[in-house]
């Protein structure tokens, strides 16, 4: 048996979405026990709603909720009747649970996992890695970190590619992932001082099979496994990629409203569209998943469905069936970095 | 008159399409002569096919090309006979000359501006700002810098702020331009230690309407018309977007191609998807401004075709008859800034 911790609180449609994403999970593996964090009552009425089997969770009362206007660091040392406090505290303190899954507040969830869990021996800086579809449909694009640390030194970047590469490799199934630098041009003298300097480090490691820089135009092209870079051009590019395709879609929209031949076209494409829908909508894929920690972490959308819920507590089970924390220690032990920093 | 110079080569479709540019802008405006360097049979050749009044136009015969093979500071040093190197010496050294188009080596045009044009006076660090539609058909975003300069300090940004700002107002006629800072978040705290430095200084400034943070997210949505950021991150935004939207219309495709119904769908969208193309084709914009050096540098796409050649040619009017060149002398003068390095 596997035991995944839910905090069912702190989402946009918290609980009813969480706890239904968990009686999803539950359906598809066996083997899952979830623990769900929050207001007892609700937590307990929505699984009976459902008709969920009530022996496949257990919950655990926690009265008050983290929100996305708390301050992180406070709340995570004040809200300890917090159903997020709660969910960290079970993951810490209980050694048959892999894992957390939280659609709360990001910085909490990250303050929470960095101050109460931990980093993994060795690891200088835990990460945040979400996946992308990219124009193929067998292939998907992972990177980070996508904004769990804003300023960042070379080692982490080296850090961040190790993690990463053992997620993609262990967990999304990836044989010799190719890992690529973000930079603003794919020559190798491209890049800021932090890529010009993780560079060569990147490029002397056996354990990686590094492919160079890449420009952000290129991510989902499917050319790249998984990009590596800082937090904050992580943010950047993973939220213009989707601004983007958001701000597309509207002006599409907008244009089709204006016209009924254009209408009566869109009808002919619905399929077409409600595909594309699916492909790039995040409720079909997990979360983002902090990389570093000593119990693994997935972070879902603040506004996530059931089904993003259930992707997460399934990459959980993933996590642990590779044992992915072991291998990132591992993985980081052996590597001896010397960075020439100018 | 005024008179603009034209790099014809070092483009993907050189000499033809610049030229064909050329003789576009001349059409739209009586006032315009364009000087154009390069190879003079050539360059008569498509001025003659296309019945161009040759009275509009000077050839300065230039044989050598800069490529994007070549390293640009070595380039611009040795390679005095190439389109780029002498349309860069005639406008430094012509009075009369507002201005230069060049759709070759970005690198080379940089470096060229940088060393032999010249900053103006007080500019830290001239940067590139291109202009990007958003959701509305009547709002453009303006982004500085997308990549001229990879490592920035605070004052960088404050000065791409204050150069962006008087481009917005008096080239692009924003009256009151919403200018923000990028950063992975919209509170006033986030951002990496460049945008907290730079953050409070913006926020002082009488002369620029400052509305705070913005995510990468937002870029197209209209409700920024400046975005202000360093040229690693601000290329990384800028060719995300670009590419996000084509990987989107790649899958588009790609799926219409597999169902009968969904081609019939796009045949009665087609006027649609022509529009859309329009809208987000960067021909029908200039290129990217250089913004702070003693002339003006505007930087068309490699693979432009004439319409975008002519665009920046124009632009190169339009900052002409705003003085663009004078108002940032002004505008960087006017204001002393105390930044706090941590």
Same mark, same amino acid.
């Given at each position: 048996?596997?035991?995944? @911790? ?24 066996? $083997? ?9 009552? #609700? ?21 008050? %909720?983290?929100?996305?206007? $708390? ?9 300890? #009747?917090? /159903? +997020? ?10 050694? $048959? @649970? ?11 969830? +990250? ?12 690891? /200088? ?15 998907? @694009? ?8 804003i300023d960042c030194k070379p080692i982490n970047l080296v850090h961040f590619a190790i993690m990463g590469n053992a997620y993609v490799k262990n967990v999304l199934k990836v044989s010799n992932p190719r890992v690529a630098l973000l ?23 056996? #354990? ?72 790039? $909508? ?20 603040? /506004? ?11 990459? %959980?089970?993933?996590?642990? #069936? ?9 993985? %980081? ?10």
């Open positions: 048996m596997i035991t995944v @911790v839910l905090d069912a609180y702190g989402a946009d449609y918290s609980p009813t979405e969480p706890v239904k994403g968990a009686i999803l999970a539950v359906k598809e593996n066996a $083997d899952l026990h979830v623990t769900i964090t929050g207001k007892k009552d #609700e937590i307990k009425k929505v699984l009976v709603e459902n008709k969920a089997d009530l022996n496949r969770f257990t919950i655990i009362d926690a009265t008050d %909720v983290i929100t996305n206007l $708390d301050v992180p660091t406070v709340a995570i040392k004040q809200k300890t #009747e917090s /159903s +997020l406090y709660k969910a960290i505290e079970e993951v810490r303190t209980n050694n $048959d @649970v892999y894992g957390l899954v939280s659609g709360g507040s990001t910085g909490a969830v +990250l303050t929470g996992a960095f101050l109460r869990i931990g980093r993994i021996r060795g690891v /200088s800086r835990p990460a945040l890695c979400p996946i992308l579809p990219t124009i193929y449909d067998d292939r998907q @694009v992972a990177l980070v970190d996508s904004g769990a640390n930079s603003n041009g794919t020559e190798d003298k491209k890049g800021n001082d932090l890529v010009h300097t993780t560079f060569p480090v990147l490029k002397e490691m056996p #354990e990686i099979n590094f492919i160079g820089n890449m420009e952000a135009r290129d991510l989902l092209f499917g050319d790249v496994d998984l990009v590596v870079t800082d937090g904050f051009a992580g943010n950047v590019l993973l939220k213009s990629t989707e601004g983007a395709i958001s701000a597309f879609q509207k002006i599409l929209k907008s244009k089709v409203k204006k016209s009924l031949t254009a209408l009566v076209g869109a009808i002919f494409m619905k399929k077409v569209f409600k595909q594309l829908k699916q492909k790039l $909508d995040y409720n079909n894929r997990p979360g983002a998943v902090l990389l570093g920690t000593k119990k693994v972490v997935v972070k879902a959308h603040g /506004s996530a469905k059931a089904n993003c819920f259930k992707e997460c507590i399934l990459q %959980v089970v993933k996590m642990a #069936e590779a044992n992915i924390c072991k291998i990132i220690e591992e993985e %980081v032990s052996k590597v001896e970095v010397n960075i020439n920093e100018e």
